[in-house]
Nanobody, 122 residues
Framework: VQLQASGGGLVQAGGSLKLSCAASGRTLSSYAMAWFRQAPGKEREIVATIARGSTTYYADFVKGRFTISRDNAKNTVYLQMNSLKPDDTAVYYC?????????????????WGQGTQVTVSS
């Protein structure tokens, strides 16, 4: 399984970015997917998940601003990020698991994308 994350960049506070995570070797619609982020000096934290049935979960700090979605035809998961804040600055990673269900910790995910840098200026 290979995951390719893209879409990061530099944006001003209040702006938007859309991250993509394209998969090969796996049909994403059959497994849960997650986005994590890691800021300098901090632990990697979960941002959002999408289950097989498209049920979603969001960390409190992104609720109402970020949206996770999946395009089954493109085998790609997205993270639409609106109203970005400087605190959102981090490397963002997509991940999936060998098991079918959703999980909330980094230890439960087996496959990771390479990360894409998001920088929000004030």
């Amino acid at each position: 399984v290979q995951l390719q994350a893209s879409g990061g960049g530099l944006v001003q506070a209040g702006g938007s970015l859309k991250l993509s995570c394209a998969a090969s070797g796996r049909t994403l619609s059959s497994y849960a997917m997650a986005w994590f982020r890691q800021a300098p000096g901090k632990e990697r934290e979960i941002v959002a998940t999408i289950a097989r049935g498209s049920t979603t979960y969001y960390a409190d700090f992104v609720k109402g601003r970020f949206t996770i979605s999946r395009d089954n035809a493109k085998n790609t998961v997205y993270l639409q990020m609106n109203s970005l804040k400087p605190d959102d600055t981090a490397v963002y990673y997509c991940a999936t698991r060998r098991q079918l269900g959703v999980a909330m910790t980094t230890y439960e995910y087996d496959y990771w994308g390479q990360g894409t840098q998001v920088t929000v200026s004030s």
